[in-house]
């Protein structure tokens, strides 16, 4: 099981720590420091009871604040602005504000949203990456910057996929720095004049404007944080422990407050390490075929322990650790100029630029199944048994693969706006803004991803044990070749480099690029009484393009014919280390040669071995696909919004009123390779071999909505304001879904022994958007200052929702050579191995059919040859044997051979679903001590869960990201020290469905961090920090259908952060 017992020291011990300094300052603010409460020379707050939102509900109408009397700073201002919005805004909306210039509550501005309601995040080594709102995640909400559409590209290798695309909607708030931002506002409830696409909700991040500022003249902050990672003790390079982010923002405007100008600037590096588990893949065997002991997964020999009675069992392909090192780098700049000649002419111009480079060097300790097992045990689940304990004695080899991913996001947005009262009581507001954002390839051969497979032919028995939940790995060694007929190493009973050689190497290409091109013009009438209404048009022309490539190159192939090579030509390149060692939280009782783990750049490795095997024929590069797909949306709007407050029985009422009409044009353009062949290279391992690009395959699609809006609030009570709202919203589908591309997918396993139909894809560019009217009820009671409590219900009725439809069919006339069909090669290598009795495997049937090929189609010839390589005892083949037959022969379809039968898996518009839940939250300070919390919980349910055990021949349809979350915070602001401890829980989720040949669903287990930080106001320009994210070393963890299937989890340790802040 999971222990945490130094991790748990490692939290006490922190906080204790920043105890002692929380009251050593505490001391020191008695004798004269500058209290909470000093006026901002730079930025205004609204006193409780002032709305901070503009009453039209516009995000880009928010401002960081307008200019009053009375400003204070610190984490219990932060929460007055935050309580402002909420009280005052019509709908649902909540949001988090900055505590003072420069100064946000997070260093990660998506955990910062986690403490809103009914907003969980998802992270990426440990950072808060992109946000689900109400159940729905990342690409079902909007994110805008100052009211306007952001571009956004991601290509997420975070969790070891090298074949990763940009295929998503959602923001990556990673890419943005919290120093630069005023407000992050989040709305709920659908408006009219906010653009579509959040079903979940709008998130609009508020930037700082230069009028805004308090004073004329100079102002700003400049800030300096040293960041500690712990996982750096684990380094095996030279990665630095203490890494720099720094910050400042410059303020100016003329004392007439007519011309204003500022600037920000941040530069930030994180370096870091993990250690994870990874097994390949899980799959789903019918119960009959694990206890036909017919060599496949058992024989007479195996040992079966609580033997399977559910009609499917779940065994891994193989078991694997990996150590990673990380590095992030990220640049953010903005500028802002704004000009107002007279009280009714206002003109803003801003610019944000956004870089973040990530980089990961990984390397893997793998030991695959070769099957039959000698020994499995299978566990207790009464519907879908998985096995636990899989032992085999076959000698095969250790896989230590290489890994380099590398990736640079950047971001542009330029933009300008106007607003014009022409009158006391019309105004026009027009905007008009560019936003850029590019994923590219960063590693220094111009690949995202490239990976080099190296091992070690020298495991005699392999055993692994998943009971404690974590793979627990023993192995016995034997580097000699005369053993079982293995290729070994070089003999010295010692796993070292001598024992190592290639395998094959891939480069992978995937880059990203979205445009936004955008234009907003609004007519205002104000009626008076503080009513007002707009009618507005909005034009979008939005374009994303997705391109990816992969190569193969065969190495010394997957029987590592050249063992030795790689201590003669990179041994300078590759260390020895222990990889399980650095496990903190998991044991995997690893003794011996599981001690024993290799680590090299794979760049620097290919640059070796590329060149080295380029010149043995049949060695080269080989394309293995291509696609270039691009998606253009353009989409027309005019919306009217009424916004009317008055007096309903003596009591302030608001409502808001609107409807939004759109409709968009699909514009769906495919560039893809036409695969030759699917070919058949060893046992297991088939791949489809890509030709050169094709013609352009184009679709077009249109659809139009009409979104109408009601949002209602009454203050019933004094304090006490109860609000309802009806809005329908929309979010369109995934650009993968709209691509026009075909893929064809290589079989995991021969057809002839049960791999079923080869998976395929065929993506649909007619999708509808989906759709949902949304219902909302809350109450809400500010019983004193920085004080409130608030409960609401939420409902969703959402259609067009994607499933997919599955067909069978053939693919670009593709030809099957592991059929096993009548006539065919593979057809007569079954034949043979049935009539003989001789175990039907996966190497069996290869090693038949490639010498029917080798000996051209001389039945006689590959008998003799398969019979004097066979071992009768064991009724296995020689392995030296079966390497070199596995390297000369690569099988590709022929006339005898039938068509690949493909599962085409197309997405469609067939479902409808409910989803609702409630909200809660509470913030309360305890007088004037200065001590107070914040606590909130969500609840949300639906129609839309997964079964675990469904069939897994049929496509699983449930909503990702569906599941609860609370937050509980702890609060101290007084005497210039402000001290925060925070736990932010998330239960576990669907991640992804229809995983693989067997569509397995994906779940995240629940996630919970402890986080704290303490700042204490030196003087009242001078600032100095200390900050705690997830002092318990809380994992990331993912499984299949059952916790015991683990697809992937990663240790994370604590970050700390020390700053110094200077305001002027």
């Not at 253009?632 to 007096?647: C, F, H, I, R, S």
């Amino acid at each position: 099981m999971i222990t945490v017992p130094r991790a748990l020291a490692h939290s006490v011990s922190t906080i204790a720590v920043m105890a002692g300094l929380a009251a050593s300052s505490a001391a020191i603010a008695q004798t004269g420091t500058a209290p909470t409460g000093e006026v901002d020379q730079s930025i205004a707050v609204q006193p409780t009871g002032q709305s901070t939102a503009a009453p039209s509900g516009t995000p880009g109408d928010s401002t960081a604040g307008t200019t009053e009397d009375i400003v204070v700073t610190g984490i219990r201002a932060s929460l007055n602005r935050a309580i402002d919005i909420k009280r005052n805004s019509a709908g649902v909306v909540d949001a988090i504000s900055a505590e003072d210039i420069g100064k946000f509550p997070d260093t990660n501005l998506a955990e910062s949203l986690q403490r809103i309601t009914g907003v969980s995040i998802t992270r990426a080594n440990g950072e808060g990456s992109q946000v689900a709102v109400r159940g729905f995640s990342g690409g079902f909400n909007l994110v805008t910057l100052n009211g306007r559409q952001l571009a956004s590209t991601s290509i997420d290798t975070s969790t070891g996929n090298a074949f990763a695309v940009g295929t998503g909607r959602s923001f990556d708030f990673q890419n943005l720095a919290s120093e630069g931002v005023a407000t992050l506002e989040v709305y709920k409830t659908g408006r009219a004049n906010i653009p579509s696409g959040g079903i979940g909700a709008a998130i609009n991040v508020v930037t700082r404007r230069p009028l805004d500022a308090r004073e004329d003249g100079l102002s700003g902050s400049i800030g300096a944080k040293a960041l500690y990672d712990r996982s750096v003790e684990n380094a095996e390079a030279n990665l630095k422990k203490v890494t720099p982010e720094l910050s400042g923002l410059i303020n100016w405007k003329n004392p007439s407050e007519t011309f204003g100008v500022n600037v920000f600037g941040s530069y930030q590096l994180r370096e870091s390490t993990s250690v994870q588990s990874n097994p390949n893949y899980w799959n789903i065997v019918p119960v009959a075929d694990v206890l036909a002991r017919n060599g496949v997964y058992t024989d007479a020999a195996t040992k079966i322990t609580n033997s399977p009675t559910t009609p499917y069992v779940q065994i891994p392909n193989d078991s694997r650790y990996q150590f990673s090192e990380n590095r992030r780098e990220r640049l953010n700049g903005q500028a802002n100029i704004q000009f107002k000649p007279t009280d009714r002419l206002e003109i803003t111009i801003d610019g944000l630029y956004a870089r973040n480079k990530l980089s990961d060097e990984r390397s893997e300790q793998t030991n695959w199944f070769q099957r039959p097992f000698t020994e499995i045990t299978f566990d207790d689940n009464k519907q879908m048994q998985s096995a636990v304990i899989l032992a085999e004695s076959k000698q095969a080899d250790k896989g230590y693969e290489q890994q380099r991913f590398a990736t640079k996001t950047e971001l542009y947005s330029f933009g300008g706006n106007l607003k014009w009262n022409f009158t006391d009581v019309l105004s026009l507001k027009l905007d008009a803004n560019h936003s850029k954002s590019t994923t590219d390839p960063d590693n220094a051969n111009g690949t995202s991803a490239t990976t080099i497979s190296i091992g070690a032919p020298v495991r005699a028995t392999h055993k692994v044990d998943f009971t404690s939940g974590f793979p627990q790995q023993s192995e016995t060694l034997n580097d000699c070749n005369a053993t079982n007929g293995g290729r070994g190493g070089n003999c010295n009973n010692i796993l070292d480099i001598g024992d190592m050689g290639t395998q094959i190497a891939r480069e992978i290409f995937s880059e990203q690029e979205s445009r936004v091109n955008q234009f907003n013009a609004e007519l205002g009438w104000d009626l008076g009484n503080e009513s007002r209404f707009v009618f507005g048009g909005n034009y979008v022309d939005a374009k994303t393009r997705s391109a990816s490539s992969n190569t193969q190159q065969l190495l010394g192939d997957w029987g590592i014919t050249d063992t030795g090579l790689v201590s003669q030509l990179a041994g300078d390149l590759v260390s020895t280390y222990c990889l399980t060692c650095k496990f903190d939280k998991f044991d995997p009782a690893s003794t011996g040669s599981a001690l024993v783990a290799f680590r090299g750049d794979a760049v620097d490795l290919l640059n070796v071995f590329g060149p080295y095997y380029a010149n043995v024929p049949g060695r080269g590069r080989v394309l293995q696909g291509s696609s270039d797909d691009t998606v253009g949306e353009k989409t027309w709007a005019v919306y009217g919004q009424l916004n009317w407050t008055g007096d309903i029985g003596g009591r302030r009422a608001n409502a808001l009123i609107g409807a939004r009409y759109e409709q968009t044009r699909v514009n769906s353009l495919a560039l893809q390779s036409i695969p030759t062949a699917l070919e058949w290279q060893s046992d297991n391992d088939f791949a489809v071999l890509g030709g050169a690009a094709g013609g352009a395959v184009n679709v077009k699609a249109s659809y139009d909505n009409l979104l109408p809006s009601l949002d209602f609030n009454i203050e019933v009570l004094d304090n006490v304001v109860a609000r309802t709202s009806f809005s329908r919203t929309l979010a369109r589908a995934d650009y993968g879904n709209l691509f026009a591309s075909v893929s064809a997918n290589a079989p995991n396993r021969p057809t002839a022994l049960g791999a079923g139909a080869a998976p395929a894809s065929r993506q649909n560019p007619g999708l509808l958007p989906l759709v949902s009217d949304n219902f909302d009820v809350s109450v809400e009671w500010y019983y004193k200052p920085t004080s409130f409590v608030s409960v609401g219900f939420f409902n969703k009725n959402v259609r067009n929702f994607v499933g997919n439809q599955v067909t069978s069919g053939n693919l670009f006339g593709l030809r099957d050579p592991g059929s096993g069909a009548a006539g065919s090669r593979s057809g007569t290598a079954l034949d043979y191995l049935r009539s003989n009795g001789i175990a039907q495997t996966d190497e069996n049937l290869f090693a038949y059919t490639a010498l029917l090929q080798q000996n051209a189609g001389n039945k006689a010839a590959a008998t003799a040859a398969f019979q004097g390589a066979l071992d009768p005892a064991t009724g296995k083949l020689n392995g030296a044997f079966y390497n070199k037959l596995a390297l000369d022969v690569n099988l590709v379809g022929d006339a005898n051979d039938p068509l690949v039968n493909f599962a085409i898996s197309e997405p469609i518009n067939n479902r409808e679903a409910n989803i609702h839940g409630f909200e809660i939250a509470w913030t309360n300070f305890f007088g004037q001590t200065g001590f107070g919390f914040a606590a909130s919980y969500t609840k949300v349910s639906g129609d839309v869960n997964v079964d675990p055990y469904a069939d897994p021949n049929v496509n699983i349809f449930a909503l990702t990201g569906l599941g609860d979350s609370a937050n509980l915070t702890a609060i101290y602001d007084k005497n210039g020290i402000s001290a925060r401890v925070s736990y932010n829980w998330r239960d576990k989720y669907l991640a992804a469905t229809n995983q693989g040949a067997n569509r397995n669903p994906l779940f995240t287990a629940a996630f919970g961090t402890l986080d704290a930080s303490l700042s204490y106001d030196v003087t009242k320009d001078f600032s100095v920090s200390l900050e705690a994210v997830n002092l318990t070393s809380e994992p990331f963890r993912q499984y299949a259908r059952t916790e015991t299937n683990l697809v992937y989890v990663q240790e994370l340790k604590p970050r700390f952060y020390l700053g110094a802040r200077y305001r002027f």
